[in-house]
């Protein structure tokens, strides 16, 4: 199993904060890799928020071949941060040649354009440079987005972090909101794409276990959006539904939970939305998930969302003190960042509800 987590709090936090979550859950990894999406920035990015961010790793040509297409396209970088790497050769990771995390301000003519508009141009200029970076294996772009940072690496995830010092509580990595996973996707092919968690215009979504209507989810969101690719991973599936139900269709998240596991028909029939469901049903049906997994995601606002599939056969547990709440796939997660929590406040997630946490920190139970 994957071992997966979240935390959202009222003041910015560092990294360390969300290993300190993860690694107790060890027996979940398998030293095969760490990623994570911050969300909601302080420290060096905190006066670009309305600005995007791109995430990239690459070599030197990669960085020459985004140099220019930026150039070319109007982007002008406005601030960097650039991480100081320790280069331990004892370290389990396989680590790129450069790593990018920069600020631009958008071409002049976005600027005043609408936010759908900013919105299409910012996901076609990372899909431009995912390709452009393909070739010869220059590098890969994670995420291009305002107020977003999405670090992947493949090794030890304690390696990764030492690496990049993430437990050195540095001042200008910090973020009110961080989804994290410490382990590659071991079902296919180990490559960065297909760590969680996984990202498409403002939203982000990690997941443990496995999705068997995976080529039936893929092969309907390959004709209904082009940002939806890559599908290294079975559980971006996941990401691609939420995004199509909440972004495309604009439906609110409850409804989520009707797609990817709808209630039995004679358990819908009883409802005084049966109709709604049942069409629900009949239109999205290759959108449906099966097997065992547990889903943490976060929207653009940075509500944090949990839900599990309808035999609830991944674990996953909810803690929260005043100023933070966080989501585990463990309880000693919890135990290691929260030791003082009410216990009795602690939430399991159940099959049929999906849980929101939004930025004051409530806690809110939608039962299907």
């Known amino acids: 199993m994957c071992r997966i987590g979240a935390i959202k709090s009222t003041t910015p936090f560092s990294p360390k904060i ?3 979550l993860m690694l107790p859950q060890q027996e979940g990894h398998d030293n095969s890799g760490f990623a994570l999406v911050m969300q909601d920035l302080a420290g060096a990015f905190v006066h670009y928020k309305d600005k995007p961010l791109l995430s990239m790793a690459c070599t030197d040509k990669g960085i020459q071949l985004v140099n220019a297409y930026m150039e070319q396209h109007g982007f002008v970088q406005l601030a960097q941060w650039v991480p100081d790497v320790c280069k331990n050769q004892n370290l389990n990771i396989r680590a790129m040649p450069r790593y990018v995390f920069r600020t631009y301000d958008l071409p002049e003519i976005y600027q005043y354009r609408s936010q759908a508009a900013r919105e299409d141009f910012l996901l076609d200029s990372r899909l431009e440079l995912r390709e452009l970076l393909s070739v010869d294996n220059n590098g890969y772009v994670y995420s291009f987005w305002p107020d977003v940072l999405t670090l992947k690496e493949i090794g030890d995830p304690y390696d990764i972090a030492t690496y990049f010092h993430l437990w050195d509580d540095d001042s200008r990595l910090l ?3 961080i989804v994290v996973q410490c382990r590659q996707n071991t079902n296919y092919d180990i490559v960065r794409y297909a760590a969680h968690p996984f990202f498409i215009q403002g939203y982000t979504l990690c997941a ?4 068997t209507f995976f080529t039936k989810n893929m092969e309907l969101q390959k004709s209904l ?3 939806y690719i890559g599908f290294e991973s079975d559980s971006q599936t996941f990401l691609y539904s939420l995004h199509y139900v909440l972004h495309e269709l604009k439906w609110p998240i409850n409804y989520f939970k009707h797609v990817i596991t709808p209630l039995l028909p004679e358990e819908a029939q009883e409802r005084p939305d049966a109709k709604v469901l049942a ?3 009949k239109s999205l049906a290759n959108l449906e998930i099966n097997g065992p997994n547990t ?6 606002d940075s509500t944090l969302v949990s839900v599990c599939d309808a035999k609830k056969l991944r674990p996953v547990v909810i803690g929260r003190d005043k100023n933070l709440v966080a989501i585990s796939s463990e309880v000693c997660g919890l135990n290691a960042i929260l030791p003082h929590r009410n216990l009795s406040e602690d939430i399991y997630t159940t099959e049929r509800e999906l849980i929101t946490i939004n930025n004051a920190l409530e806690v809110k139970r939608w039962k299907q």
Not at 295 to 300: D, E, F, K, N, Q
């Open 18 to 20: 969300a290993l300190e």
């Open 175 to 177: 973020a009110k909101n």
């Open 208 to 211: 443990n276990g496995e999705n």
């Open 225 to 227: 959006h082009r940002g």
């Open 279 to 281: 069409l629900i049903r």
């Open 295 to 300: 889903i943490i995601a976060m929207l653009p």
